[in-house]
Each structure stands twice: as C-alpha cells, then as structure tokens.
C-alpha cells in the first residue's frame, strides 16, 4: 500500500450481553443497544451505507448464534475456571 491512501476502517467492540458497559470508557465499546443507537445515527448523517449495515447485521447475528450464553452462564464459567 505504498503510495496509496490507507481505507476507512470502522471500529466497534460489540458486548450484546454487557450489563455496565458505561463503565468501560471508549468510543468503539458498546452493548447491544449503543451500537444500534450509533449505527442508526452514522446512517442517519450518511456515513453508513445500506450494504455496510446489512454486513455489520449479518456478522452480530453470526457471533449471537455461535457464542450466545447468557450473562449469567459466562459469569459461571469464569467462576469455574478460575476458581473464583
């Protein structure tokens, strides 16, 4: 990519499950309802394209269906592993 302009690439840490995610202070954390919020409003002002939120759709629901434990089963595994 010498000599040419890096691509836009869009950051979001997505925490479907998270109860306290106001406690983790940066722009790209978000639970489920914060990232619909920001996504809802980047297509509000143009900056998300149609095509861009349908592929963002597609790979949340691709990892809910993969690992969608509840808060509490995540909570036990961590107990269990750690010995907590």
């Known amino acids: 990519m010498v000599g040419k302009e890096f691509p836009y690439v869009a950051s979001l840490v997505i925490f479907p499950y998270a109860k306290n995610i106001e406690e983790v202070r940066s ?8 990232a619909r919020d920001l996504i809802a409003q980047r297509i509000a ?6 095509q861009t939120v349908d592929r963002f ?8 269906f993969r690992f969608g ?6 909570i036990d595994n961590i107990k269990r592993i750690y010995k907590a």
Do not use: A, C
């Open 27 to 34: 722009p790209i954390v978000h639970d489920y309802y914060s």
């Open 45 to 50: 002002e143009g900056k998300y394209k149609k």
């Open 57 to 64: 759709n597609k790979q949340l629901k691709s990892f809910l």
């Open 69 to 74: 434990i509840t808060h509490e089963q995540h």
